[in-house]
Antibody, heavy 125, light 110 residues
Framework: QLQLQESGPGQVKPSETLSLSCAVSGGSVISEDYYWGWIRQPPGGGLEWIGNVCSNGNKFYRPSLSTRLSLSMDTSRNQFSLRLTSVTAADTAVYFC?????????????????WGQGILVTVSS | QSALTQPPSASGSPGQSVTISCSGTSSDVGAYDYVSWYQEHPGQAPKLIIYEVTKRPSGVPDRFSGSKSGNTASLTVSGLQAEDEADYYCCSFADRNTLVFGGGTKLTVL
């Protein structure tokens, strides 16, 4: 059974950089059949797609975050990471990592089928 | 990239059917047959219940069904059960290989 687990600081100061990792177990991140993605949810709010990364190097970012966002993969540790610079209070949210089918060979094409439990990140001084 | 439009709330009695709409544009819902729906219970991660507009992942009851017409997708929950009370989010593939979620609908089982 595939499992994803987010890790990182629960609090970040305004203007600093938010860094999160997602460890994957029960499967490999090395696959062209999947994207590995990030989604966030502000307190009391809805879901917001942040971006996706694939082991073949493909990356897609939410346009409004593209100048501050960087996604990467560490295949040796079977994990992927998010880096968001110059954070403000508007970046306070629960951050989820998830797997998304990329090809028609994947079980659920272009949908997020496995999710981490989420990690609350608060931007505050 | 604007969020897809969902009604903030919906409700129905046990055994009834309820339909939740998800309105987009010709750059997302109307352009691609890649709409998915997620169920989120409080304090839990979202769960995929519909993908590619109408398909159900293994283990999702057939009480959940999806459809699309033009720029609007819909989720229908038939035979409402107490455990269906949750937040529901639609999501669509969009231009430039991006994704857009709806604002979410809180489903109440009366």
């Amino acid at each position: 059974q595939l499992q994803l687990q987010e890790s990182g600081p629960g609090q970040v100061k305004p203007s600093e950089t938010l860094s999160l990792s997602c460890a994957v177990s029960g499967g490999s991140v090395i696959s062209e059949d999947y994207y590995w993605g990030w989604i966030r949810q502000p307190p009391g709010g809805g879901l917001e797609w942040i971006g996706n990364v694939c082991s073949n190097g493909n990356k897609f970012y939410r346009p409004s975050l593209s100048t501050r966002l960087s996604l990467s993969m560490d295949t040796s540790r079977n994990q992927f990471s998010l880096r968001l610079t110059s954070v403000t209070a508007a970046d306070t949210a629960v951050y989820f990592c998830a797997r998304r089918g990329r090809t028609i060979s994947s079980p659920t094409f272009l949908a997020f089928d496995y999710w981490g439990q989420g990690i609350l990140v608060t931007v505050s001084s | 990239q604007s969020a897809l439009t969902q009604p903030p709330s919906a409700s129905g009695s046990p055994g009834q059917s309820v339909t939740i709409s998800c309105s987009g544009t010709s750059s997302d819902v109307g352009a691609y047959d890649y709409v998915s729906w997620y169920q989120e219970h409080p304090g839990q991660a979202p769960k995929l219940i519909i993908y590619e507009v109408t398909k159900r992942p293994s283990g999702v009851p057939d009480r959940f069904s999806g459809s699309k017409s033009g720029n609007t997708a819909s989720l229908t929950v038939s035979g409402l059960q107490a455990e269906d009370e949750a937040d529901y989010y639609c999501c669509s593939f969009a231009d430039r290989n991006t994704l857009v979620f709806g604002g979410g609908t809180k489903l109440t089982v009366l």
